[in-house]
């Protein structure tokens, strides 16, 4: 396997469609779509001292592996990351024979132009954990819950699925709802998101934030919009959004911004109204 370095914007155009083809055949992510990274790379990726990294391998013309990579400047290093680190989830490298994963990462590390790499959000089950294994050290883990649903729906499963006092407080927390109007969820996967609703989760995650005095992605609302419209933008042309929200008469209280691929249903990013978090919002949203 021959392994490269795309370090430069024009040649990360060069292989878009190469990248598109080659996720088409064998992507377990989502966002390892090509679309996803350039949307991320346009709004985000160029602050913050960053420069593309993006590792491809080609095997007689053809591109068989890629890991969109960046490297980031921090603290006096230069740090190796999954480009979209600090928005996306879910991150893995594109691999058609996994026997090319330690070409690729010995390749990645022969490459030079950073100092340490910091390779988050990783997988037990993904295509290169076992490799990164062999050749770093884990920092920290977090659990995933996989969540098989099954039975009928609507509201048929609550005799089967809750306990009678879970019944009773799903009953309670929707009446509280019903006090400022007609409560209704509405789900959202064809077509241009409605900007209400989008622009609702801005407001809301922007609230939270500053509340609960957290750094991140929106410390800057009016980019994390640019971020999350483009990203909309981009589920919507690829057929993967799944975008909810609960109302209280004509307000907005709770959004999902999250997607489907291959059949699952991916939590990514929630919503909900200060106001109302008493009500034990996100409980009663799933």
Same mark, same amino acid.
């Given at each position: 396997m021959d392994v490269r370095i795309t370090s430069s914007e024009q040649e990360l155009l060069t292989i878009f469609d190469n990248w598109r083809d080659l996720h088409l055949r064998i992507g377990r992510s989502f966002f390892n779509d090509p679309a996803f990274f350039t949307a991320w790379w346009d709004i985000k990726g160029r602050e913050g001292n960053r420069v593309l990294h993006v590792a491809t391998g080609w095997n007689e013309g053809r591109l068989v592996a890629l890991a969109p990579l960046v490297?980031?400047?921090?603290?006096?290093?230069?740090?190796?990351?999954?480009?979209?680190?600090?928005?996306?989830?879910?991150?893995?490298?594109? #691999?058609?024979? @996994?026997?090319?994963?330690? =070409?690729?990462? @010995?390749?990645?590390? =022969?490459?030079?132009?950073?100092?340490?790499?910091?390779?988050r959000g990783m997988e037990a089950n993904s295509t290169c954990y076992g490799a990164l294994r062999g050749i770093g050290r884990p920092l920290r883990n977090n659990t995933i819950y996989r969540i098989n649903l099954e039975g009928p729906c609507g509201v048929a499963w609550r005799a089967e699925a809750l306990s009678s006092s879970?019944?009773?407080? #799903?009953?309670?927390?929707?009446?509280?709802?019903?006090?400022?109007?007609?409560?209704?969820?509405h789900v959202h996967g064809t077509g241009p998101a409605p900007p209400v609703?989008?622009? =609702? #989760?801005?407001?809301?995650k922007a609230a939270w934030s500053s509340h609960n005095q957290k750094q991140g992605l929106f410390d800057d609302p009016s980019s994390a919009a640019t971020l999350l419209e483009s990203m909309a933008e981009v589920a919507a042309g690829l057929g993967t959004m799944h975008l909810s929200w609960i109302c209280s008469g004509d307000e907005i209280l709770a959004v999902h911004f999250g997607f489907i691929y291959q059949n699952v249903l991916y939590y990514y990013m929630?919503?909900?109204? #200060?106001?109302?978090?008493?009500?034990?919002? =996100?409980?009663?949203?799933?």
């Open positions: 490297v980031v400047r921090r603290y006096g290093l230069r740090i190796l990351e999954w480009g979209g680190a600090n928005v996306f989830d879910y991150n893995d490298m594109l #691999l058609e024979d @996994h026997a090319g994963c330690e =070409a690729m990462w @010995h390749g990645i590390r =022969a490459s030079k132009g950073y100092d340490v790499g910091f390779i879970k019944r009773k407080a #799903l009953r309670r927390q929707e009446r509280q709802l019903h006090t400022k109007g007609a409560f209704s969820f609703v989008i622009s =609702a #989760l801005i407001r809301q929630p919503s909900y109204h #200060l106001d109302w978090g008493h009500t034990r919002l =996100a409980k009663s949203y799933l």
